[in-house]
């Protein structure tokens, strides 16, 4: 976050105090935090240190777990009591950004410190930003089809792929995470007018889930259908090289299993 953060004052064209103030308080908070681990050291016995810096260490480790997944987990091979953890740890939100009457914007950190705090015109142009580096970051994320043909791009996109058999693994992904089903011989399905494909898959739960499609690349489509067990065919009008995917739109975390793909 921090190296988000920096980036108002360094890239954001904003003036020239705003962008001192910003660095100002990025580097005040870095000495806190600094000052702080110092003074638990001292305070600390030997073992205390130790065990601290390996709870960090794993915490650390947890988050970056956390990310690279991007909300997207394989659950082929979680017990029923893993996957309920899983979707019960989904639903917890963590309050990291708060907006005065005025327009002035607090965030904080996951310890809930204050990291930084931005005008109303600061945090316009830091969000702007972010914006366009996520939409940057997602339309690169696959090279199977061309995002940038979509009307409203997901959070984020996660390939899988589909075996020989028409099965692909179980999964649980989260709010406007998209799942891109492709076959694993090749970038797409070659399909002729007149086919219908199927989807189909059990959940754990009432789920409200996208179902779309690209054609040689493009956007094709969307419809939202929302049900606890799910069987949705696709009906081909034009020949061509198709992937199909899954966006969820519910509120929490929705988890997959059983899943196949079935051409006719």
């Known amino acids: 976050m921090e190296q988000n953060l920096k980036r108002i004052a360094d890239s954001v064209r904003l003036p020239e105090d705003s962008r001192t103030r910003i660095r100002a308080q990025i580097a005040s908070h870095r000495e806190k935090q600094e000052a702080s681990i110092m003074k638990t050291k001292k305070h600390l016995p030997r073992l205390a240190v130790a065990l601290a810096v390996l709870l960090a260490l794993s915490l650390t480790a947890a988050a970056v777990a956390l990310q690279k997944s991007r909300g997207f987990v394989i659950t082929e091979r979680m017990s029923q009591a893993e996957k309920d953890q899983l979707v019960e740890e989904s639903s917890i939100v963590y309050a990291r950004k708060q907006i005065d009457a005025d327009g002035t914007v607090h965030?904080?950190?996951?310890?809930?410190?204050?990291?930084?705090?931005?005008?109303?015109?600061?945090?316009?142009?830091?969000?702007?930003?972010?914006?366009?580096?996520?939409?940057?970051?997602?339309?690169?994320?696959?090279?199977?089809?061309?995002?940038?043909?979509?009307?409203?791009?997901?959070?984020?996109?996660?390939?899988?792929?589909?075996?020989?058999?028409?099965?692909?693994?179980?999964?649980?992904?989260?709010?406007?995470?998209?799942?891109?089903?492709?076959?694993?011989?090749?970038?797409?399905?070659?399909?002729?007018?007149?086919?219908?494909?199927?989807?189909?898959?059990?959940?754990?739960?009432?789920?409200?889930?996208?179902?779309?499609?690209?054609?040689?690349?493009?956007?094709?489509?969307e419809t939202t259908v929302s049900a606890d067990g799910f069987l949705y065919t696709f009906e081909i009008e034009a020949d061509g090289e198709y992937c199909f995917f899954l966006e969820n739109l519910s509120a929490g975390m929705c988890i997959l299993s059983n899943g196949a793909v079935t051409v006719h």
């Open 107 to 221: 965030y904080f950190n996951s310890d809930g410190s204050e990291a930084l705090v931005l005008s109303a015109e600061e945090d316009a142009a830091y969000q702007t930003r972010l914006r366009a580096e996520h939409d940057r970051a997602v339309c690169e994320s696959t090279a199977l089809v061309d995002l940038s043909t979509m009307p409203v791009l997901p959070n984020a996109v996660t390939e899988l792929a589909v075996d020989a058999d028409g099965n692909f693994a179980g999964f649980g992904f989260e709010n406007a995470q998209m799942v891109l089903l492709y076959p694993e011989a090749s970038g797409g399905f070659s399909l002729q007018a007149g086919d219908t494909v199927t989807l189909s898959f059990d959940t754990e739960k009432l789920c409200s889930l996208g179902f779309g499609s690209f054609k040689d690349g493009e956007y094709a489509g």
